[in-house]
């Protein structure tokens, strides 16, 4: 997963495709089922943010976990057991 630089859009890339988030309402608003797998942990956005260059971070699969903090400090993901918590700060 990985923020756009204005900390609007999420970007979540799987096994499934990538997917796009508006953060002002956690809504999906951009799908893409094709396997795009990061390279050197970046990843390329679709939708509103097609073709940006997004800083993402994956699972670090000794812990199971993934911390996210969105830029500004506004929001801050947390993946555990299949779970991605969301908190505002």
Known sequence: MGFDPSGRYLLAVSHNGRGVFDTS???RV???????YPAHGIAIGI???????????GVNF???T???ESPGGDYLLSY?????TVRRE
Request: charge should be negative.
């Open 30 to 36: 951009a799908r893409d089922d094709s396997l795009a």
């Open 80 to 84: 555990e057991y299949g779970t991605i």
């Open 66 to 68: 993934l911390d996210l």
């Open 62 to 64: 000794e812990t199971g």
């Open 25 to 27: 309402t956690w809504e």
């Open 47 to 57: 939708g509103p943010i097609d073709g940006q260059e997004i800083q993402v971070v």
